[in-house]
């Protein structure tokens, strides 16, 4: 478990449009050795082939392609395609392209991986194996194939109310490498980049990127928030540079708030971080996707992230859940810690099975249960037999 | 009772105000911030209330520098409810009426013409209005060319007089093998042949060139001596594009259209370009500051180059081109004169609209310079952070020159829909709306009102000494 290191990046002072707050982040020595870009797909509707003869199909805006140097030195790349199948761009293939997975080496110094998909997978595959120990009131179905296929609703950026208007009027600062998006003062989603070059280019694409529920939500109802003015104390001041630095003041006090008070949901919180690729100049940086701990009622992100061998964040894209998908990563979770046995589990919970049954079967979960025990607990009554252990 | 008046007084001197600053800068056209819908319905609901609330002074307007989109509306809006006045107010109506439409672009007053038509408002006044103006046009074959429509529009609708053969040339034109009047038999001819569209203006001509199918670089090479000066420099680019030239003399332009044309141009097309390009701008500034070239003292301007002054697809880069002409300007007002964009960045002809407005932080660097005036001009967006700038000039103003030697102005080139006004950066700073930098040494006057302390008194009286100004002076010439 650990935190996200945001060393080197200042916020600067939040811009607003309605519902939405902006915050840019500068970084003040921009990483170039490590760039990203966008690829646009010409087709966005992709499958993925697993390998065990189903596909996995999905419609895809854009993808990134990570670019590193072997000599620390960050060289022009050009050309950078995805598969043959786009060097004739009148050649669009209508088809689905079927590709292996979702990350894949482009070259060999290039890694192609889809915005976001690497946390939506860590979510969605949370505890994917299903019990590990069979329970008598496990369905055999868990047991075998596990929780798939599980579904999460998301909404695509274009859709959040205001978003489209408070990015374009956005006005990009010098050296900015990333941006906090809040809806309603919540923080949505932070989107952090190596170059401020790669920023320019990849600010539209927050339009595109997918959002949770609650942003959706959030960005619909809210009234306009309140931007944060500067505010001098004029008693203080007595002749112009006092002016001056009290106006400085103002902007040092802004960068600290935002940490502490409107980010600190993200920044605060220890994460399970998986490290999926190694990439660079002997392996300086790692690719990874963090999962929150999943508390109940508290502001939970997942998110994938590029970091340098301090763990200081190159890249950064995170993905604010529901209070639904929270309160679902926290039941999968108390599950597989006490073994998927409900018992023990409701006792962790502080609830009966009964209870518990019930909260399985709201969180859409209910296949995995034998009929009889989902039944019984609709009618109050406990039906599993924990005694009678079959091995697993 | 007293009090009660002068309250009232104040409120109606705001509303005025406010009204002068949108019809200044606002044109109904999308801006960055806002659609132009919302611009629109905005500038309408002000259109609306100034009217029936401050009538006079509504009409009045009309000889301030506002646009000429806001002038056709408040001409139309006058008509229009013509019978909701008395006789006196009417006739001094008329005459401010008249003044304006003789300094209004021909194509507009046509198309307000046309807007009159579809209002069905044709009572006798309208009718006299229409017949002094058109009396006033220099050639009537011409108009019934280059404005044909409108001019047909006009003679319909005001039931107005016209030669036989101009009849026939809007009216019946497959009547007459042959005019007297020469413009009209060579619109007979340019039908036919292709040397007989040279001779036509060239807007008229562009849709023969159309129709004959002549390529684009013989048109603009034959027509280049039809084409009025605008036309020269509007056609500069399509000209360069397609391998031939337009003569142009760029010192002859307008400041703030000069400027445009500037920033239309590449970065590197600039840096080849500079001495031309800052000779031009340095000349038009010299004649729009004529007598006063040298007279304001130190001058500070902080002049806002963020990403918002890149305008609308419908004013491109319109709040910079402002920004710049008024640096040129400043720079022949002033005596020694310090410009600071909000960008940090040095080189004037190489602007672009890029990155925030920390407009707070450029006010300390210009004050830094102990100025007797600063000049900002910003569409009041100030970002960051956010509310700096006007806190800034509070301090200023109250803690560290509460002596006024420094006079503070904010001209801003941007109508804020939301607000009704242009958006201001502190209360205590005197605002005013901008369009053309030309304007620049009336608007400072101007924005003295602003600043709330000068009643409805001295409004009225400065506004009526620009009426009449204004009558007077086109009164003797039309």
Known sequence: ?392 | METYETYADLVAAEDVLLFVNAAITSTGQREFRSTADEQRMSLDFLHEYVRVNYRELYAATLALDINDHNAVEIIRRLLVSARETDEKQRRVEGRLIGARLAVLPPQRVYRLFGQLRRARVNNRRTRAIMRDWLAGRRDHGFDAVKYRSGFKTAVRHGHLPVTDELGDFLFAPRRRGHYEHELLDTYRRARYTHSALYELPFTVAEGFAAQHGIPRAVFLDRIEPRMTRYERLRNQESARAHRTEVEVDLAAMPLTRLASYVLSLDLSVRSERRAELTGALRAAARRVAGPYAGTWGRVAAVLDDSFSASGSAQKRRRPLAVALACHFLLAELADTYVPLWTSGRGDALLTYPYGPTPIGLRILDALDHSPARLVIVSDGWDNAPPGLAGEVLRVWRTRLDPSRRTSVVHLNPVYDAAGYDVRRLAPSVPTSGVRDAEDLPALVELAQFAEGRTGLAELRAYLDDRVKLFTGTEGTTA
């Open chain 1, 1 to 392: 478990m650990t935190q996200l290191d945001l060393t080197g990046l200042t916020a600067e002072p939040a811009q607003v449009w309605g519902g939405i707050r902006l915050v840019p982040l500068v970084r003040e020595t921009p990483i170039t050795d490590l760039r990203l870009r966008r690829d646009l797909f010409t087709d966005a509707w992709m499958a993925v082939e697993p390998g065990d003869g189903s596909y996995y199909a999905s419609y895809i805006p854009h993808g990134f392609v990570a670019d590193w140097a072997r000599d620390g030195k960050w060289q022009a790349a050009y050309g950078t395609q995805l598969c043959d199948e786009y060097d004739q761009p009148d050649d669009t293939p209508v088809h689905a392209i079927p590709m292996r997975r979702l990350v894949q080496r482009a070259g060999s110094r290039r890694l192609r991986f889809l915005p976001l998909h690497l946390a939506l997978e860590g979510y969605l595959a949370l505890h994917f194996g299903g019990p590990s120990v069979l329970w008598e009131e496990w369905a055999k179905r868990a047991v075998s194939r596990g929780l798939s296929p599980r579904a999460e609703m998301a909404y695509v950026g274009a859709s959040v109310e205001g978003l489209d208007e408070a990015l374009r009027i956005f006005e990009i600062h010098p050296g900015q490498c990333g941006v906090m998006v809040y809806t309603a003062d919540a923080l949505a989603a932070a989107f952090v980049v190596p170059h401020p070059d790669d920023y320019r280019a990849l600010h539209s694409s927050l339009l595109q990127d997918l959002y949770g529920e609650l942003v959706y939500q959030h960005a619909y109802y809210s009234p306009p928030v309140r931007e944060f003015t500067a505010v001098i104390e004029d008693a203080r001041v007595s002749d112009l540079a006092g002016l001056r630095s009290a106006a400085l003041g103002q902007l040092d006090a802004w960068a600290e708030d935002h940490d502490r008070h409107l980010a600190g949901g993200l920044l605060d919180e220890s994460y399970e971080i998986t490290q999926l690729r190694r990439m660079g100049a002997a392996g300086r940086y790692r690719l990874s996707r963090f999962l929150p701990p999943f508390a109940l009622h508290r502001e939970q992100h997942i998110g994938e992230t590029i970091t340098d061998l301090k763990g200081r964040v190159a890249y950064l894209k995170s993905m604010r859940l529901s209070e639904n998908q929270v309160r679902r990563g926290h039941l999968l979770s108390q599950l597989a810690r006490y073994d998927w046995n409900l018992e023990d589990t409701a006792a962790a919970l502080g609830s009966s099975p009964v209870e518990l049954v019930r909260r399985i079967r709201s969180a859409g979960f209910d296949g995995l249960l034998k009929r009889h025990v989902v039944e019984a607990a609709q009618r109050g009554r406990w039906d599993g037999r924990p005694s009678s252990r079959q091995g697993g």
